[in-house]
């Protein structure tokens, strides 16, 4: 019996305690006291010495399960969130070099892995491991709330935030390539517990393929170039201007349809079947430049049926008066209004005709020239035509001009300074010196005496179309003018006064701009006619 066992039973006794009961309380009391004391013992106050082996093993395991928590956490960031069809562009790409196309090729299957959800789950798999098992080995290696401290500072720097730095940093398809071999080990270890989960996420969350739209790769063209300007990229990385359009009418063009293009029928120029090629008719066609001829047969242009080519007409003498029902002929391609630019522009791609005329029931247009003497009309009749050349004008978001155009536009030019231009600097330069005149204020030096005369000015106007102004003092109005005329003549500013030329685009004859881009003139010449 120990000493305190003892001196606590002599103690109750004399007190008058009983045996038995002295017995039990000293017995508690004895626990009690011995407790804390063991507890104490057991308890490690000190770190490791390592003069042991198990402690130089203990520490190795803890750094293997740190190295193994930075690197599922790396993979995690830098595999997983890698966008499947960036690395599909980087393979293809051919100005891509040979390394960073093989990096691709070797990174595609893991992101491609079926289920897609395995890789993710067994990266989180090793991770959470390796973060549990590290403070069991610390813990026999330094005091509990060492353990804690380095294990959770291990997990934040060396688990958490360098390997997001690494891994998601210039190099992380070059590390990502070097480390898949490592990440198929990983999944192939982990396998009985990744594969089905990674099967019921699945299910649960399918993967969405997410395709780039046309509008994103529209808008993708604009961010591109605001980047290349904020960064002063170089002019081989940005998109040109012109590149930049084409991209945007190329994508456009499967929403726009044929009734969006086509000229209507009554800006259409076309000849009647009873007519001669006499001399003022080929006059005619010569000055309007068209290179095909549409030709009808009735008193309505809604017959028309085929066109010539006016190149096969260069034989003609005008003083035999060829009849136009004589020709050699052309059969067009007959369309719908509601067709599909790209699916017309097929068509024009196969050879049979860049030609086309619109009706609504393009079907019994085509029954109707197939049967020996009749011509579409009513329902099927013609009710629009449409080139190959105004699906490229689309295309390329601008207008073609040629030799002919040109020659239009100058006789456009003559008749609009003639009509609109000149009254209005008459008008303004007439009020400009009746105010110099009355106002012996104004220097003599100023721009208000010393206006140029209007013949000169319209001189200049209709024979410089640079954007330079002829002269200092012809500002305002006359400046407007100039620029309106600089910017083009077939716009809607010239169109709406009756000046337009007979290749008029149809969006233009019906008085709507096809885009914003081509409305180069209406809001000067507005300004310039205000008065």
């Not at 303004?428 to 005149?437: H, L």
């Not at 000169?456 to 002269?471: K, N, Q």
């Not at 910017?487 to 010239?494: A, D, F, K, Q």
């Not at 709406?496 to 008029?504: E, Q, T, V, Y």
């Amino acid at each position: 019996m120990s000493p305190f066992l003892s001196g606590c039973l002599d103690t109750l006794h004399e007190g008058g305690v009983g045996l038995d009961s002295a017995t039990a309380l000293c017995s508690k009391l004895a626990a009690l006291k011995a407790s804390p004391l063991e507890s104490l013992e057991e308890e490690p106050s000190h770190f490791a010495s390592f003069d042991k082996p198990e402690d130089w093993m203990n520490l190795s395991v803890a750094l293997c399960c740190m190295l193994m928590a930075a690197t599922a956490s790396g993979l995690t960031m830098g595999v997983v969130s890698l966008d499947e069809l960036e690395l599909r562009v980087k393979e293809r790409n051919v100005n891509e070099s040979k390394t960073e196309r093989g990096y691709a090729t070797r990174i595609l299957p893991l992101i491609r892995l079926s289920p897609r959800h395995q890789l993710l789950v067994s990266l989180l798999l090793l991770n959470a491991i390796a973060n549990e098992a590290m403070p069991l080995f610390l813990d026999k290696l330094v005091p509990p709330w060492a353990a804690i401290l380095i294990s959770v500072t291990a997990v934040l720097f060396v688990g958490e935030i360098i390997p997001a730095a690494v891994f998601t940093g210039p190099a992380k398809m070059r590390i990502a390539a070097l480390l898949s071999p490592l990440a198929w080990f990983i999944v192939m270890l982990s396998s009985p517990i990744s594969y089905p989960l990674g099967w019921a996420l699945d299910r649960l969350l399918p993967h969405a393929e997410g395709l780039p739209t046309r509008h994103e790769v529209k808008a993708l063209v604009d961010v591109q170039r605001e980047m290349a300007a904020e960064h002063s990229a170089s002019a081989g990385e940005a998109f040109h201007e012109d590149e930049a359009d084409l991209v945007r009418g190329a994508l456009s063009l499967s929403q726009k349809l044929v009734v969006d293009v086509m000229v209507p029928l009554e800006d259409v120029f076309a000849l009647p079947a009873d007519a001669a090629m006499d001399l003022a008719t080929m006059k005619q066609v010569i000055a309007l430049g068209h290179s095909r001829v549409p030709v009808y047969w009735g008193p309505a242009k809604s017959s028309i049926t085929r066109f010539i080519h006016v190149k096969d007409q260069i034989m003609l003498t005008p003083a035999d008066a060829t009849p136009v029902a004589s020709l050699r002929f052309h059969d067009p391609q007959w369309v719908g209004p509601e067709d599909s630019l790209f699916a017309l522009l097929n068509t024009f791609q196969e050879g049979h005709a860049h030609m086309a005329f619109v009706s609504r029931h393009p079907e019994l247009a085509r029954q109707a020239l197939a049967s020996q003497g009749e011509f579409p009309g009513g329902k099927s009749g013609c009710i629009g035509v449409i080139t190959l050349e105004d699906i490229i004008e689309e295309i390329l978001t601008e207008e073609i001009y040629d030799e002919s155009d040109i020659r239009a536009a100058k006789q456009v030019l003559n008749k609009f300074v003639l009509t609109i231009v000149r009254p209005r600097l008459e008008k303004k330069r007439a009020g400009a010196a009746a105010v110099a005149a009355s106002d012996s204020s104004i220097p003599p030096n100023s721009p208000l005496r010393r206006l140029p005369s209007v013949e000169r000015l319209v001189t200049a106007l209709s024979r410089d179309t640079s954007t330079t102004c002829p002269d200092s003092s012809s500002a305002g109005a006359l400046g407007a003018a100039r620029h309106f005329v600089g910017s083009g003549l077939e716009r809607v500013g010239v169109a709406r006064h009756g000046l337009a030329p007979p290749r008029a685009v149809g969006a233009v004859a019906r008085g709507e701009p096809r885009d914003g881009a081509r409305d180069g003139g209406q809001g000067i010449l507005k300004e310039f006619c205000a008065n």
